[in-house]
Nanobody, 116 residues
Framework: QVQLVESGGDLVQPGGSLRLSCAASGNIFSIFAWAWYRQAPGKQRELVASITNGGSTTYGDSVKGRFTISRDNAKKTVNLQMNSLKPEDTAVYYC??????????WGQGTQVTVSS
């Protein structure tokens, strides 16, 4: 069973940057498209960004131009570079398969808090 471990979350001031990383166990990483999701308190989980196995990317409207998703198939990691962070980016961030696939078991996520 694939396990997902997210890391890199922190408390950061508005305008700051963070880089999140997700490590996936197992041998199927390179086959699938992957994505980052986030869930803010009292809100549903939402798609932030996704990346295909060929490297094509898509972004939610609220993060376009600020966030960059990338993947390293050799290391079995998917990363999210977040720049120009805003208080509304505060959430728990999760990685999983892209939304067209049945999700794997969710990891614990990593908390991102944007506050002065």
């Amino acid at each position: 069973q694939v396990q997902l471990v997210e890391s890199g979350g922190d408390l950061v001031q508005p305008g700051g940057s963070l880089r999140l990383s997700c490590a996936a166990s197992g041998n199927i990483f390179s086959i699938f498209a992957w994505a980052w999701y986030r869930q803010a308190p009292g809100k549903q989980r939402e798609l932030v960004a996704s990346i295909t196995n060929g490297g094509s990317t898509t972004y939610g409207d609220s993060v376009k131009g600020r966030f960059t998703i990338s993947r390293d198939n050799a290391k079995k990691t998917v990363n999210l570079q977040m720049n120009s962070l805003k208080p509304e980016d505060t959430a728990v961030y999760y990685c999983n398969l892209a939304p067209q696939f049945t999700p794997m078991s969710w990891g614990q996520g990593t908390q991102v808090t944007v506050s002065s």
